[in-house]
């Protein structure tokens, strides 16, 4: 048995070993990570200023400003554009949150030509709430957008609490639906 | 046909740093376009991982040159149009990130790391040498009396 004053003193060749270890551990849960998925400088935060007019050929009425996000309940914001291939896949997904959960989904039409648009949802399907057409891609910005399709979850104040970048997938819309019952 | 791909690859060689900027996006006054310019190349296209908005084609590359333009043009100051982009798009869109707590390891930890590459350096040459000077009947009978780093 040595002495522990002895033991003591072979600690420090040890520490390679314990620094490997915890870089190792940390660098290997970064692999998984996708680099693409930024998390978004507004979460917490109120949605941003913004007021915008109808898709061109929807109810002239329903225009989506910031203040129709504060309601009281959750609702999802979606950038959406026809040109947008990922959006098609996931547009399923959406209509059915709508349609059977009851989810309020309203859309932004980013950079798209309004009758595409239209085009794009006749044949889809439209469950959208307003849709806000965002022709210059100015309000994206503002959401910090960087590629749609892009899916945001906005509490009852109006303020961003989840940010999903690229197409929901099914798990996806489950955890949005369970965060936004947390939310209600 | 050897001598032209060697005048070929020569040019190429010799031509500035390509950017993606096209001619329309360019402002008049020239003082505003080159602060443009160093922003450009300060902040990051979100869409691209490690490109600059100056080297990037992305749409949102060049949405973001021309909100970099027209702040400009309104009078904000270099810091103002970073902390309008920082505030939509988060730290990420600085290519070179802000020294804070959370940085700290990133901008001194080669730093601390060399330091103590000296250190260890600096005590095993000291020992080396007092083992040199030392003579036999000295030496210390048991290694681990001589410190923490033995061979």
Redesign the interface.
């Known amino acids: 048995m040595r002495r522990p004053d002895?033991m003591l003193?072979?600690?420090?060749y040890l520490l390679p070993l314990v620094i490997f270890a915890g870089l190792a551990v940390y660098l290997w849960d970064g692999l998984g990570k996708d680099?693409?998925r930024?998390?978004?400088?507004?979460i917490d935060k109120p949605a941003?200023e913004f007021n915008l007019p109808p898709l061109e050929g929807r109810d002239p009425s329903q225009p989506l400003a910031t203040d129709h996000l504060a309601t009281g309940k959750p609702v999802l914001v979606n950038f959406f554009a026809s040109w947008c291939g990922p959006c098609r896949v996931e547009h399923p997904i959406l209509n059915a949150m709508a349609q059977e959960h009851g989810v309020t989904i309203h859309g932004i039409n980013y950079?798209d030509r309004p009758e595409q648009a239209r085009a794009f949802l006749r044949q889809l399907g439209d469950t959208y709430g307003r849709i806000g057409s965002d022709l210059d891609?100015r309000v994206?910005?503002?959401?910090?957008?960087?590629?749609i399709p892009e899916t945001f979850v906005i509490d009852g104040q109006g303020r961003v609490r989840y940010r999903n970048p690229g197409p929901l997938d099914p798990e996806t819309a489950e955890k949005i639906m369970a965060l936004m019952e947390t939310l209600e | 046909m050897r001598l032209i791909l060697l005048c070929a690859l020569a040019f190429m060689m010799v031509l500035p740093a390509a950017y993606a900027i096209a001619p329309s996006e360019m402002l008049k006054d020239p003082v505003l376009e080159q602060r443009a310019r160093e922003l450009g190349k300060e902040l990051r296209c979100?869409?691209c991982?490690n490109q600059s908005l100056d080297d990037s084609e992305a749409?949102?590359a060049v949405?973001?040159r021309r909100?970099v333009r027209a702040r400009l043009v309104a009078g904000d100051t270099d810091g103002e149009v970073k902390a309008y982009l920082?505030?939509?798009?988060?730290?990420?869109v600085l290519l070179e990130p802000p020294v804070k707590q959370t940085t700290w390891i990133l901008w001194f930890g080669p730093l601390v790391i060399a330091l103590i590459g000296a250190v260890v350096v600096w005590r095993i040459a000291r020992r080396g040498r007092a083992q040199m000077t030392e003579t036999a009947d000295e030496l210390p009978d048991d290694d681990?009396e001589t410190?923490?780093?033995t061979r």
């Open positions: 002895r003193k072979r600690l420090p680099p693409g930024l998390p978004s400088a507004l941003p950079k891609g994206g910005i503002e959401f910090g957008v960087y590629g | 979100p869409k991982q749409a949102i949405d973001l909100i920082v505030a939509r798009y988060g730290e990420f681990t410190g923490p780093v």
